[in-house]
Structure formats: C-alpha cells, structure tokens
C-alpha cells in the first residue's frame, strides 16, 4: 500500500469533501441516512484508521475494505465458468436480488439488480436449499494475504461463479450495515441501519439491532418476502454471533403476518440467545454435544495440553475461545444439526439458511491480518465451508442446493507494516472539547470510525457548528494526536504535522458534497 505525504490539509470541510474520489463519496452517500448517521463524517488519510498499534478498526470507503469475493456456487443452478466479470458496478446488494431471481420471487424493494450471467438458464426451478454464508472480515485483501489457505473456496469459485470486482458498496464498511446490504438488496441511505451507534428520532443514541431486534431496518429482507410468498412454509433460519447480524435473514415475527423464523445468536457465554417474540431457537441446540472435543483437538494441535491455541491462553475461557478455530469447528456441527432436524431441503418449497464466521474479523482486531493466527484461522473456515457443502451433498442431495459465499468487508492492515497512524479516538474527543471551550461529555455523545454525534443543546447553547468541528479535523495533526511522552516507532517521526484526516463534512452537506464531486469528476 502506497502511502502519500501530506502536510497540508485541504481549506476546510467544503473542499476537504469536494476533493474526495468520486467512487468514495458515492459509497459514503449511500451510507448517510439523515437523522441517523453522525453529525460530523471524517474520512482518515487512507491507510489511517482509528485504533491503536495492537488493535485495529475497519470502516471507511477504501478498497481494501469495500472489495469483497463473491462465489455461487450449486450444480443444476449456477453457470460453471469461473471468473465472471460485468461492464458495471457489483456490490452486495445485487446478492438477494439475484437469490430472488433464483427463487423466482419479486423483490421490489431492492436497489440492487440481478447478476447478469450467473444463474444456468437451463435450470429446472429452483434449488431445494441456498446457504449463504458470510465470512466476516473475509475481504479480498484478507484472502490474498493468505492464498493458499482457502483450497475450497478456490474449487468453488472454479466450478461456479465467482463475480469480479465486487465492493460492499457503501460506507461505514461495518458489519451491521453491511449485513443488512446483503439481506434487503439496499444500502443504509434506505434500508436505515447506519451502523452500530444509531440517532433516534427524539435525539438519544441506540445500537443497531438492540435487543435482538431489527426494528430499524427500514425496508424488508429477501427472507421477509420469499417467506410470504409460501404462507410461511419455507424454513428461514440463521447461526451468527450478535444481533448486528440479523439484517441479512429477516425481520420474523416483527413483519405483518410474518412468523418466528429460526435466529440463533451465540453470547460470550456460549449460550444461545435470541430475542423469543421475533424469532425461535431450537431447544435441543444448547444440548448439542462436542465444544469440548474441538477445544481439546484444538489444545493438541501443538503436541500439548495447555489450554493455548497458538501460544494464547484463551481455550478456557467462554468469552475468548469463540474467536478460535474451536468455535468454527463447534459451529459448524450445531449448523449441520439445525438443517438435518429442522428438515432444510426436506420437501419442495425452497429453505434459506444464512451464517456469519466471524472468527477472522476478531482476529483481525485482536492479533492482525499478517499474523499466523489469520493463517490458521482461514484454513478453518474453508474446512468448514467445505464440510457444508459435504453435508449438503449427503443431507439434501447432489444437485439439490445453492452455496453463497461472501465478506462484510475487509480487515485493516498492520499499522506500521502500511505506515498507518492508528488514530487515538479518546485524544481527538479531547482536543476538539478543549478548542471549543466545553467538555468532553458535553459536546460528544457518540462516536464511531466514520463520523461523531453531538449533543445538539451543547452545540447550541455554545454557538458551535458542525462546519467548525469539521474544519478544525481537517486541519487536525498527527502530533497532537500522539500521547505525550509516547516512544513513537521512528517511521512516524518525520510526520508529525501531517494531517490524519483526509475529509471531515457535516453530514447535513452530503448533498452538496455530492453535487460538487460529480460535477468535477
């Protein structure tokens, strides 16, 4: 990654923001929901990013993060050509309405469009079973880094479809939005989830999908329509990790008329939760045995029983072991068990399941895209990716189902293998509160990323404007966001008074920003 020294900023937000790429602000822009997205949107001088030397964030409209693989892949339905690329932008929002051409069903509601050229013409019907499975952080820049540890996923891009140049195609590149791209076929800019932090309408801040809900997503998922269009008969079901996951199933028993489809969510104690008005989990899943058989096979992997993988004490403990491969193993046979008892692909009517592997996101955070861990942690889930489509041979029967793989967005690099400032969230908070004269809480209510909420009585009470705050980010040096006293690595010596940020615009100026983009481009 190529990283360009500036030390001149741009002469305020307006031209901070009409001096963005085009393809950036396009993808910010479907990002913005108005009311709900954050008062101030920064963009960080790429590869920057906010975090800290040992642990990362991803959000933000560049490449690394918006590329994504996307592969169909299924006998009988799916064209076998390989490499597939189209004379125009794919993103994950074109994912349902190709799945809805497949299952023959209108979806009106997306914004996306089929893909042209992956379904078999000659298909009779659809498939008994599509699985959609996410690998979250399973980016192209993840995969590359990587390339011999995904032999699977390689043979089903061969023998199927895997579409060229896909991006997530909207910003914040995080996994509520992003997930919800792929489940409605839309972008934040309608479907409403912005994010993780989310303004009301009355002004408080709530979390996307609190409380197991997806109240805030605005438009229906594919899983919302093809279910009607059976009178509830089909099987609707999901395995993920936290309700940020839901926007790529359905809204359950939250729809009119709709019903509690199947949405298992695992919590750091390794129970499963789910929210009981909306949706269902199995009773039997909490007694599915063999977590305990995978840590040990875990454990042993080094020659010893220690409760470390890869030299990291964290098999004992429920919170962190779900970031290891036990997890991935353990998940995938509760996955097997849901679709065999639940009878997916049992009868005529076509069954959806979806499942995120969140595992290399976490990794991700935690150690870093260019750690061994990330090495192990792929080779897991391609063995599990590899024993669905076994299981779905076996279970449902060869020629019977759809397999579709994809990624939420990619992983950040290694701050000073690409020269990125990780840039410290709580100095920034502190140095805007001290220049405007007001406190820390006062002023800020939330953060993310991507962009800040003020607390709008403060703002007012204190003549300050959103066009301020983003004026003083873009001017905003990397010498003051570094602690004081701090032994900064030597790469970073020579720039501390390069800007951090290349962009900051109020959010209220999309449009405007938009309008000037476009006519410059």
Same mark, same amino acid.
């Given at each position: 990654?190529?990283?360009?020294?500036?030390?001149?900023?741009?002469?305020? =937000?307006?031209?901070?923001?009409?001096?963005?790429?085009?393809?950036?602000?396009?993808?910010?822009?479907?990002?913005?929901?108005?009311?709900?997205? !954050?008062?101030?949107?920064?963009?960080?001088?790429?590869?920057?990013?906010?975090?800290?030397?040992?642990?990362?964030?991803?959000?933000?409209?560049?490449?690394?993060?918006?590329?994504?693989?996307?592969?169909?892949?299924?006998?009988?339905?799916?064209?076998?050509?390989?490499?597939? $690329?189209?004379?125009?932008?794919?993103?994950?929002?074109?994912?349902?309405?190709?799945?809805?051409?497949?299952?023959?069903?209108?979806?009106?509601?997306?914004?996306?469009?089929?893909?042209?050229?992956?379904?078999?013409?000659?298909?009779?019907? !659809?498939?008994?079973?599509?699985?959609?499975?996410?690998?979250?952080?399973?980016?192209?820049?993840?995969?590359?880094? =990587?390339?011999?540890?995904?032999?699977?996923?390689?043979?089903?891009?061969?023998?199927?479809?895997?579409?060229?140049?896909?991006?997530?195609?909207?910003?914040?590149?995080?996994?509520?939005?992003?997930?919800?791209?792929?489940?409605?076929?839309?972008?934040?800019?309608?479907?409403?989830?912005?994010?993780?932090?989310?303004?009301?309408?009355?002004?408080?801040?709530?979390?996307?999908?609190?409380?197991?809900?997806?109240?805030?997503?605005?438009?229906?998922?594919?899983?919302?329509?093809?279910?009607?269009?059976?009178?509830?008969?089909?099987?609707?079901?999901?395995?993920?990790?936290?309700?940020?996951?839901?926007? @790529?199933?359905?809204?359950?028993?939250?729809?009119?008329?709709?019903?509690?489809?199947?949405?298992?969510?695992?919590?750091?104690?390794?129970?499963?939760?789910?929210?009981?008005?909306?949706?269902?989990?199995?009773?039997?899943?909490?007694?599915? !045995?063999?977590?305990?058989?995978?840590?040990?096979?875990?454990?042993?992997?080094?020659?010893?029983?220690?409760?470390?993988? @890869?030299?990291?004490?964290?098999?004992?403990? !429920?919170?962190?072991?779900?970031?290891?491969?036990?997890?991935?193993?353990?998940?995938?046979?509760?996955?097997?068990?849901?679709?065999?008892?639940?009878?997916?692909?049992?009868?005529?009517?076509?069954?959806?399941?979806?499942?995120?592997?969140?595992?290399?996101?976490?990794?991700?955070?935690?150690?870093?895209?260019?750690?061994?861990?990330?090495?192990?942690?792929?080779?897991?889930?391609?063995?599990?990716?590899?024993?669905?489509?076994?299981?779905?041979?076996?279970?449902?029967?060869?020629?019977?189902?759809?397999?579709? @793989?994809?990624?939420?967005?990619?992983?950040?690099?290694?701050?000073?293998?690409?020269?990125?400032?990780?840039?410290?969230?709580?100095?920034?908070? $502190?140095?805007?509160?001290?220049?405007?004269?007001?406190?820390?809480?006062?002023?800020?209510?939330?953060?993310?990323?991507?962009?800040? =909420?003020?607390?709008?009585?403060?703002?007012?009470?204190?003549?300050?404007?959103?066009?301020?705050?983003?004026?003083?980010?873009?001017?905003?040096?990397?010498?003051?966001?570094?602690?004081?006293?701090?032994?900064?690595? $030597?790469?970073?010596?020579?720039?501390?008074?390069?800007?951090?940020?290349?962009?900051?615009?109020?959010?209220?100026? @999309?449009?405007?920003?938009?309008?000037?983009?476009?006519?410059?481009?």
């Amino acid at each position: 990654m190529q990283v360009e020294r500036v030390t001149e900023p741009a002469a305020g =937000w307006r031209e901070s923001g009409c001096s963005l790429p085009l393809e950036y602000v396009r993808r910010i822009r479907r990002g913005n929901y108005p009311g709900r997205s !954050p008062d101030v949107i920064v963009v960080p001088r790429e590869p920057n990013f906010f975090g800290a030397f040992t642990s990362t964030s991803h959000s933000g409209p560049w490449d690394y993060l918006q590329k994504v693989p996307l592969v169909f892949y299924g006998p009988g339905f799916i064209e076998p050509q390989g490499d597939l $690329s189209l004379d125009r932008e794919v993103t994950v929002a074109d994912l349902a309405p190709t799945l809805a051409e497949l299952l023959d069903v209108e979806f009106p509601t997306a914004v996306g469009r089929p893909i042209e050229g992956v379904l078999d013409p000659s298909r009779a019907g !659809p498939p008994k079973v599509i699985l959609t499975v996410v690998w979250d952080g399973g980016g192209w820049n993840t995969l590359r880094t =990587w390339p011999d540890q995904w032999p699977h996923l390689e043979r089903l891009m061969a023998g199927g479809t895997s579409v060229q140049d896909v991006i997530v195609g909207s910003s914040p590149s995080v996994t509520p939005a992003i997930h919800t791209n792929i489940g409605t076929g839309a972008f934040p800019k309608q479907h409403g989830t912005v994010g993780i932090p989310i303004r009301e309408e009355d002004g408080t801040m709530s979390i996307a999908f609190d409380n197991k809900s997806p109240d805030h997503v605005e438009v229906p998922m594919l899983g919302d329509t093809y279910d009607a269009t059976t009178e509830n008969v089909a099987e609707v079901g999901m395995f993920a990790f936290k309700g940020w996951h839901m926007g @790529m199933m359905s809204h359950g028993a939250l729809t009119p008329g709709g019903d509690k489809d199947i949405a298992i969510l695992a919590n750091t104690q390794e129970k499963f939760v789910t929210n009981p008005n909306l949706f269902e989990v199995p009773s039997y899943v909490e007694d599915i !045995p063999g977590l305990d058989d995978y840590i040990r096979t875990v454990d042993q992997a080094d020659g010893e029983l220690d409760d470390k993988w @890869m030299g990291h004490e964290v098999l004992d403990q !429920p919170s962190e072991r779900r970031d290891t491969p036990a997890w991935t193993l353990f998940q995938t046979k509760i996955i097997k068990a849901v679709l065999s008892r639940e009878g997916f692909g049992a009868d005529e009517i076509p069954d959806l399941f979806f499942t995120n592997y969140k595992q290399i996101d976490e990794i991700g955070h935690n150690f870093n895209l260019l750690q061994p861990e990330m090495r192990e942690i792929l080779r897991y889930s391609d063995e599990a990716l590899k024993d669905l489509t076994e299981f779905l041979n076996s279970e449902v029967g060869q020629e019977q189902w759809v397999v579709v @793989m994809t990624a939420d967005h990619g992983v950040a690099p290694d701050p000073q293998a690409a020269g990125a400032w990780p840039i410290r969230m709580q100095y920034l908070q $502190s140095d805007v509160a001290e220049h405007f004269g007001v406190g820390v809480e006062e002023m800020f209510v939330e953060t993310s990323p991507v962009g800040f =909420w003020f607390d709008q009585q403060t703002m007012e009470a204190e003549g300050i404007t959103s066009e301020e705050v983003a004026d003083f980010m873009v001017d905003y040096r990397l010498d003051a966001n570094a602690p004081a006293g701090e032994d900064l690595p $030597s790469q970073y010596r020579d720039r501390l008074k390069e800007p951090i940020f290349e962009a900051a615009f109020p959010s209220a100026a @999309m449009g405007e920003i938009w309008n000037c983009v476009k006519e410059s481009d």
